[in-house]
């Protein structure tokens, strides 16, 4: 019963637990007048014991509900990675560049948020000024899940490319032929993009 358990049940279960082991042992066997006293003390007992467990469900229950929650993603920028911030609202932005060899590494809490996340509309700017090949193909598999999520219903990616850079705008390009329901816009504009 609960006198075994490890946890501290209020309401004085524990010791209404440990008078009940007694009456079973001692009394009961030797009068049969306590028997009516000692179901009293057992059903008394697993009332509180199940209201106890009620309430610890419910305690678990709503951890997981807060859990569920999500939160807005923000990860800042470092001399080889960019900056992700993404919102629960669908406002997505990547900006900096990307010249890390570990581009698995870098993008994994990005996808790992993206699995997660539940909007009818994207509306993602990604401003790079370098990706490498290993970034790309991250970026790519992030857009992808987007792709493939039903849920969402709109996904708008404004891709920025430097005027000169016809290898960034291609890249943007190649996304846009291998995705089905991404619609791109292509900006272009002067300068270094995370300047």
């Known amino acids: 019963l609960c006198s075994n358990s490890k946890v501290d049940i209020p309401g004085g279960t524990r010791k209404c637990a440990a008078r009940l082991k007694y009456f079973y042992r001692t009394l009961v066997f030797k009068n049969d007048k306590y028997f009516p006293y000692l179901r009293f003390q057992f059903i008394y007992q697993y009332y509180l014991t199940l209201n106890f467990r009620i309430t610890l469900k419910s305690i678990e229950c709503e951890l997981i509900r807060r859990e569920l929650v999500m939160e807005n993603l923000k990860i800042e920028s470092t001399k080889n990675?960019?900056?992700?911030?993404?919102?629960?609202?669908g406002e997505f932005n990547i900006h900096g560049r990307i010249i890390t060899d570990n581009a698995v590494d870098t993008f994994k809490p990005v996808i790992e948020w993206i699995k997660g996340f539940d909007n009818e509309a994207v509306h993602f700017n990604i401003e790079l000024d370098?990706?490498?090949t290993?970034?790309?193909?991250q970026l790519f598999a992030l857009l992808k899940l987007l792709d493939e999520n039903?849920?969402?219903?709109?996904?708008?990616v404004q891709w920025f490319y430097e005027s000169d850079d016809e290898d960034h705008l291609e890249t943007g390009q190649?996304?846009?032929?291998?995705?089905?329901?991404?619609?791109f816009r292509f900006i272009s504009i002067r300068g270094h993009v995370a300047a």
Request: aromatic share 12%; hydrophobic share 40%.
């Open 134 to 137: 290993t970034a790309a193909m």
């Open 81 to 89: 990675s960019p900056e992700f911030d993404f919102k629960t609202n």
């Open 150 to 156: 039903l849920n969402i219903k709109e996904i708008i």
């Open 130 to 132: 370098y990706i490498n």
């Open 174 to 183: 190649l996304f846009e032929s291998k995705l089905e329901r991404v619609k």
